[in-house]
């Protein structure tokens, strides 16, 4: 009775995470520095850019970063670039529509196992990317480790928007395009032991994945993660 009333408890917390969520503003003003928007977002909160055409056409031109408060800067947008498509040229103008956290609704989860990735996933509504995509990624482009860039590359090839991480009390959301962290909660999973190097089902991935050098040392997945995340 009393594992299971802390096996409710510790679902009922998560269901009670505080993540980003999407925010819908305008530009107001652009100057060389960036751009000014119609509302306060937080740092590190990454989107788009949407200019309206008329006659029901419109398209993305821009990425968007927030630097906290009612400013931004401005990215090329290459989410979806590719030699045959033609780039589009608009300038970033008053009235554009700015969307930050357009794709916080897919999630990658990284978690020490297969038991805390389920009791997550479970207990919280995202479109969730399976880490066996993100572990692909990493075999195709002979990575070994994890890092911001990686992560960064994934999330724009797979379309995902935050990743969470699982440390041993908290839950971190990490936007991986501008590498910020955007909340931590604090959570107690019910079982912290780590499966090398993070949970997925590929047996090709080298155990050093956390490690800061090639020298086949593995460092533990809690300590791995505090370079994503510091």
Same mark, same amino acid.
């Given at each position: 009775? =009393?594992?299971?009333?802390?096996?409710?408890?510790?679902?009922l917390?998560?269901?009670?995470?505080?993540?980003?969520?999407?925010?819908?503003t305008t !530009?107001?003003?652009?100057?060389? /520095?960036g !751009? $000014?928007?119609?509302k306060?977002? $937080? =740092?590190?909160?990454?989107?788009?850019?949407?200019?309206?055409y008329?006659?029901?056409?419109?398209?993305?031109?821009?990425?968007? !970063?927030?630097?906290?408060?009612?400013?931004a800067?401005?990215?090329?947008?290459n989410?979806?670039?590719?030699?045959?498509?033609?780039?589009i040229?608009?300038?970033?103008? =008053?009235? /554009?529509i700015?969307?930050?956290g357009?794709?916080?609704?897919?999630?990658?989860?990284?978690?020490?196992?297969?038991?805390?990735?389920?009791?997550?996933?479970?207990? !919280?509504k995202?479109?969730?990317?399976?880490?066996?995509?993100?572990?692909?990624?990493?075999?195709?482009n002979d990575?070994i480790?994890l890092?911001?860039d990686n992560?960064k590359?994934?999330?724009?090839?797979a379309?995902?928007?935050?990743?969470?991480?699982?440390?041993?009390d908290?839950?971190?959301?990490?936007?991986p395009?501008?590498?910020?962290v955007?909340?931590?909660?604090?959570?107690t999973?019910?079982?912290?032991?780590? $499966?090398?190097?993070?949970?997925?089902r590929?047996? $090709?991935?080298?155990? /050093?994945?956390?490690?800061?050098s /090639?020298?086949?040392?593995?460092?533990?997945y809690?300590?791995g993660?505090?370079?994503?995340? =510091?």
């Amino acid at each position: 009775m =009393k594992k299971l009333l802390l096996i409710v408890l510790a679902t009922l917390s998560l269901l009670a995470l505080e993540l980003p969520t999407t925010i819908k503003t305008t !530009i107001q003003a652009v100057n060389k /520095d960036g !751009i $000014q928007l119609s509302k306060s977002v $937080q =740092k590190g909160m990454s989107g788009i850019v949407v200019h309206e055409y008329g006659n029901g056409l419109s398209a993305i031109t821009y990425s968007v !970063i927030s630097q906290g408060g009612n400013k931004a800067l401005l990215k090329p947008y290459n989410i979806l670039s590719h030699k045959k498509l033609p780039n589009i040229k608009t300038e970033a103008k =008053k009235g /554009d529509i700015v969307i930050f956290g357009n794709y916080y609704n897919n999630a990658l989860l990284i978690a020490p196992n297969g038991r805390s990735y389920r009791e997550i996933t479970q207990s !919280i509504k995202r479109s969730w990317i399976h880490p066996d995509t993100y572990a692909m990624h990493l075999i195709n482009n002979d990575e070994i480790h994890l890092t911001p860039d990686n992560i960064k590359a994934f999330a724009q090839n797979a379309q995902v928007g935050l990743v969470l991480i699982a440390t041993r009390d908290s839950i971190v959301a990490l936007d991986p395009i501008s590498g910020a962290v955007l909340s931590k909660n604090p959570i107690t999973l019910n079982n912290q032991n780590a $499966q090398s190097p993070f949970y997925a089902r590929f047996e $090709q991935i080298d155990t /050093d994945i956390f490690s800061s050098s /090639d020298t086949k040392e593995f460092e533990e997945y809690y300590k791995g993660i505090e370079r994503l995340i =510091k």
